[in-house]
C-alpha cells in the first residue's frame, strides 16, 4: 500500500524532469531521515568521475533503506548536491536507472564543496514506510 500521495497544483510549472513537486504522507508511519551520503565505494575508493561517484551514492542510500526495512520506492525527498561540472544528461539517466517508475520530490543544488576536496557528489534522502 502506497502511504503517500502526489496532488499535483494546477496553477504550479509542471516538473521539469521526473519529480513532483510534493509528497503528502499519511498518519502513523516510520520515517527515515538519511544523512548525506557520498560516492566511497566499500574498499574506502572514490572515483574521480562525479556520475561514478552518483552511482555509488545511490547504492549507498539504497542499502541504507534496505538497513531499514525500506525500499526506493518509500523515498519521498532526494537532495543532490554536485561540485564543479557535472554532466547533467548523465546525471539525469542514472537518476531514472535507479528510481525506475518512482518520482520523489527531488532537489539538486551546485555547491562550492563538499565533505572534502575528492567529493563531488552528496545525497541526502528523506524516506517513509
Known sequence: MRIFRNPAPTRVHPPIAGFHHQVEIGQNHRWVVLSGQLGIRPDGHVPDDAIEQLTIVLENVRWNLFAADMRINDVMKLTIYLVGDVDM?????????????????????????????????????????
Open 89 to 129: 544528461d548523465r546525471l539525469r539517466a542514472e537518476l531514472a536507472r535507479w528510481l525506475g517508475r518512482h518520482e520523489p520530490t527531488l532537489t539538486i543544488l551546485f555547491v562550492a564543496g563538499l565533505a572534502g576536496p575528492s567529493f563531488r557528489v552528496q545525497v541526502d534522502a528523506l524516506a517513509a514506510h
